[in-house]
Structure formats: structure tokens, C-alpha cells
Nanobody
């Protein structure tokens, strides 16, 4: 399976910004990074993992959960095997562990259901203080 490593988390004040990165390595069944739709999920203490944002295999199609629309931007650089999440206007409700994930489908638009993802990173902590 493709291996994913997130970075860029940290502690930020409300209203601030962070940029998360997710670097992919390895190849499963000959697949390249560009064949995977990618997504970011997050999990706050005591809550279930929730979808945050997704991007299609070629970066042309993006989707967001309602609570982050207009504040977060997902992007990818297939030449660098990396997906990003730019987070602006952060608020304490955004505090969570953020995970990137690779969709099991090939050249797809990306799912919002965590069961459809075959590879996950270890997560990066984002804490927003009020």
C-alpha cells in the first residue's frame, strides 16, 4: 500500500492559519500517486472521524464539508507526491487530529466515506486556542 506521512500541525490562535502536508511514498500494485483521489479527515476527542476535504486524482475536482467551506483549501502536487490542506480562519472547533487518506478507487473523484480509503497516515495534531 502507499505510505502517507502528514506534517504541519501545531498550536495556533483562533483566526490563524496552518498548512498541512501529506507526503506519499511506495507503490501498491504498480499504482502511482496520481492514480489516487485523496482526502483529509479529522477526529476530535470523543468524536467519530469525519470527512473534511477531498480532491480528485488530477486535482480538478474538490469537495469540502460545510463547516470548512470558504476557509480550507485542498490541493495536490502529483510531481511531488504530496497533498495539502490550507486552513485559514481557524476556530477552536477545528481542533482535532487530521489524517490524510488515499482512496481505493483508481482515477476517481474521491469519496467522503472513510471505509473507501485503503491507506491512512498517522495523523497530525491541530490545536486552536480561543
Amino acid at each position: 500500500q502507499v505510505q502517507l506521512v502528514e506534517s504541519g500541525g501545531g498550536l495556533v490562535q483562533a483566526g490563524g492559519s496552518l498548512r498541512l502536508s501529506c507526503a506519499a511514498s511506495g507503490r501498491a500494485s504498480g499504482r502511482t500517486f496520481s492514480s489516487y483521489a485523496m482526502a483529509w479527515f479529522r477526529q476530535a476527542p470523543g468524536k467519530e472521524r469525519e470527512f473534511v476535504a477531498r480532491v480528485s486524482w488530477n486535482g480538478n475536482i474538490r469537495g469540502y464539508t460545510d463547516s470548512v467551506k470558504g476557509r480550507f483549501t485542498i490541493s495536490r502536487d502529483n510531481a511531488k507526491n504530496t497533498v495539502y490542506l490550507q486552513m485559514n480562519s481557524l476556530n477552536p472547533e477545528d481542533t482535532a487530529i487530521y489524517y490524510c487518506a488515499a482512496d481505493g478507487g483508481r482515477y476517481g473523484l474521491g469519496s467522503t466515506d472513510p471505509r473507501d480509503f485503503l491507506s491512512w497516515g498517522q495523523g497530525t495534531q491541530v490545536t486552536v486556542s480561543s
